[in-house]
């Protein structure tokens, strides 16, 4: 059984940093893209972060660009979000997805879409206070 486990949130201060991590297990993701939504209440799940299989080329939505840091470890099948100088607008559930098959590049907007990613994780709640 696949399983994508978030964990790293909780409750910070505006500006403050966090670190999420999200461990995949039931198969390997080495060569799959991986990207991280989050949801905010009463909005629709918007795109944060991406990268690709191999980790080399990344993508960020206009928003977090220069603050969040994706990256990935494939031997131990693990994708990292490091979000530094965070918002207080920004609180909100953050996803992990996977890709269910490694695709080859499609163009930057392709990893910005959820309908792309097969596996999702359940969530860990990112609190911004002010």
């Known amino acids: 059984q696949v399983q994508l486990v978030e964990s790293g949130g909780g409750l910070v201060q505006a500006e403050d940093s966090l670190r999420l991590s999200c461990a995949a297990s039931?198969?390997?993701?080495?060569?799959?893209?991986m990207g991280w939504f989050r949801q905010a209440p009463g909005k629709e799940r918007e795109f944060v972060a991406a990268?690709?299989?191999?980790?080399?080329?990344?993508f960020y939505s206009d928003s977090v660009k220069g603050r969040f840091t994706i990256s990935r470890d494939n031997a131990k099948n693990t994708v990292t979000l490091q979000m530094n100088s965070l918002k207080t607008e920004k609180t909100a559930v953050y996803y992990c997805?996977?890709?269910?098959?490694?695709?080859?590049?499609?163009?930057?907007?392709?990893?910005?879409?959820?309908?792309?990613?097969?596996?999702w994780g359940q969530g860990t709640q990112v609190t911004v206070s002010s």
């Open positions: 990268i690709d299989g191999i980790g080399e080329i990344t």
């Open positions: 039931g198969r390997t993701f080495s060569r799959h893209s």
């Open positions: 997805a996977a890709e269910g098959a490694p695709k080859n590049y499609r163009g930057s907007a392709y990893y910005t879409r959820p309908e792309n990613y097969d596996y």
